[in-house]
């Protein structure tokens, strides 16, 4: 096998043996297989869309397949290999609809190319599955946008194009930074007409003495669906991860059962599900293969999109009712949490909320109380160097405000940082999905202030990144125009050198030093 998809590829080059995520060489080797059938059917797709046909469950198909390889997503063979052989069948059935047509799609070898273009195939590949991981967010509300659809298959075209220079994959990898905005407005839109606007909220830490399941991972509909069919049972919810932010929005805040978050970011699971001691059941991605001797690997559940080989498997068409009565009962033979920690996070400054304090938060601006903000979203990892983003919030002054969005704010928001006239001084907007909201911030400020460039305004961005949704989160900020993005703890393994230096030449990219260094450069 080999991947370097993920921040943590081995020694910062690529996993060869076993994934450090944990998927092995067979089923790395599937996941490649399954793109490479994306690829051929995304070219009779393009084709076909020329002579005005469209095709709506293949559509899908090829963003549920391009999400099931993103990282820490699926670890289940058995399922990847049903998609290979659905793929197959997809394709016969569209090949026959060209039959005889001049133009058919020939299969294109993208094996021993330059290393420029290489790199940049990769980097558009994975925005690519970013796009298809918001993508189904949306399409599981009911919303869905043939652009994007049209995008992502062409982009997968052009992937094996060898005909494409190095400018003109750049160009590609622009359009997916566009792309990327388009797609987060669509699930922000989805969202908050599903569920209201996230409101400024406390989100207990601590647990009751109810029977409960926990949920992870990102997908609300789920969410939604798991509280309505829990409700009035005696069996309590609580988030873990990137769920957090589901108790900011209005419409989640009716059940009385949906207690609070429990645990850390998604890398603490083996030691949280354990003393949870009830099921969880996985949306999304940021499944950790369980240890040999995990007490809670008989309690897992995955539905949507994620899979792995001994958790039971809640299915159903994706966008339709699931039956969640199988965990529920699960739910009802365990004890209650063992509880971990007591108190309460502050969250719910998407960007409506943060639109509501615009004055408060300019008028501190101006009187000096706010002398920066610190956008310090993405993602949360493993490897003991993101403990750099913790004593880098520590350090930051009194005067300065953190912006997050994702489960990078695992690092820093338990921490007493305290606030500035009432202003938290971790503003959490919600998922790595709601980075969208932080763009959104700044551009208000922009237009608030009368500047003319975004890059003027006192924010710093200082992201972390760990999979496929920040490289998307990542284009579209340089496609909004952002600059001087410091992205760490390590850049990634798939920027060539001369890829990096167009990123560090056009959009001031750079990585990170140590946190006293950094500090006296932003400051």
Not at 182 to 199: F, I, R, S
């Amino acid at each position: 096998m080999f991947c370097y998809q993920c921040q943590e590829a081995a020694q910062g080059k690529g996993c060869t043996l076993k994934g450090v995520c944990g998927k092995t060489d067979k089923l790395a080797n599937l996941q490649d297989l399954l793109i490479s059938q994306i690829k051929e059917l995304s070219k009779l797709t393009v084709l076909l869309r020329k002579n005005g046909e469209e095709f709506p469950e293949i559509n899908q198909f090829i963003v549920n397949g391009l999400f099931m390889t993103i990282t820490n997503v699926n670890f289940d063979e058995k399922r990847f290999e049903q998609q290979i052989e659905e793929a197959k069948k997809l394709h016969s059935q569209l090949s026959d609809k060209l039959k005889g047509q001049a133009n058919r799609p020939s299969i294109t070898s993208t094996i021993n190319v330059d290393e420029d273009i290489h790199s940049l195939r990769e980097l558009l590949i994975y925005g690519v599955k970013g796009i298809a991981a918001y993508a189904e967010h949306a399409y599981n509300l009911g919303y869905e946008d043939p652009e994007l659809h049209s995008f992502m298959q062409e982009a997968l075209v052009a992937i094996t194009n060898d005909a494409l220079s190095v400018a003109d994959l750049i160009s590609w990898v622009l359009k997916c930074g566009n792309m990327g905005v388009k797609v987060m407005a669509l699930l922000d839109q989805a969202n908050t007409k599903a569920y209201g606007h996230p409101e400024i909220t406390k989100v207990n830490i601590g647990v009751r003495q109810n029977p409960a399941i926990l949920i992870s991972g990102h997908d609300l509909r789920y969410l939604q669906e798991l509280l309505a069919q829990t409700e009035g049972t005696g069996v309590d919810v609580y988030t873990h991860g990137e769920m957090l932010p589901a108790h900011y929005y209005p419409v989640f805040k009716k059940y009385s059962h949906f207690v609070g978050n429990y645990g850390s970011a998604w890398w603490k699971q083996n030691e949280d599900f354990e003393t949870f001691n009830g099921p969880i059941l996985f949306t999304t991605n940021c499944i950790v293969p369980p240890k040999a001797n995990a007490k809670y690997a008989d309690r897992v559940y995955t539905t949507g999109t994620t899979g792995f080989p001994g958790f039971p498997h809640i299915d159903g068409k994706e966008g339709k009712q699931k039956d969640f009565s199988a965990l529920i009962a699960h739910a009802k033979r365990c004890k209650a949490p063992t509880e971990i920690e007591k108190g309460e996070i502050v969250g719910g400054f998407a960007h409506e909320q943060v639109f509501a304090l615009a004055t408060q938060v300019v008028d501190a601006v101006k009187s000096g109380a706010i002398k920066k903000f610190f956008v310090m979203a993405g993602c949360d990892g493993r490897m003991k160097n993101r403990n750099y983003y913790t004593e880098f919030a520590e350090k930051l002054p009194q005067d300065t405000v953190i912006l997050t969005a994702g489960c990078a704010k695992y690092r820093y928001n338990k921490l007493p940082l305290g606030n500035i006239g009432g202003i938290p001084r971790v503003l959490d907007a919600g998922q790595c999905n709601d980075s969208y909201s932080l763009a959104l911030i700044a551009l208000k400020l922009k237009e608030v202030f009368g500047l003319e460039d975004i890059n003027d305004l006192p924010i710093v961005y200082n992201i972390a990144w760990y999979e496929q949704k920040a490289v998307i989160v990542l284009l579209a900020l340089l496609s909004l125009g952002v600059k001087n993005i410091h992205l760490g703890p390590t850049l990634p393994a798939f920027l060539s050198p001369n890829v990096t230096k167009v990123l560090i030449d056009n959009f001031g990219i750079a990585g990170i030093g140590t946190v006293e260094e950094d500090l006296k450069l932003f400051l």
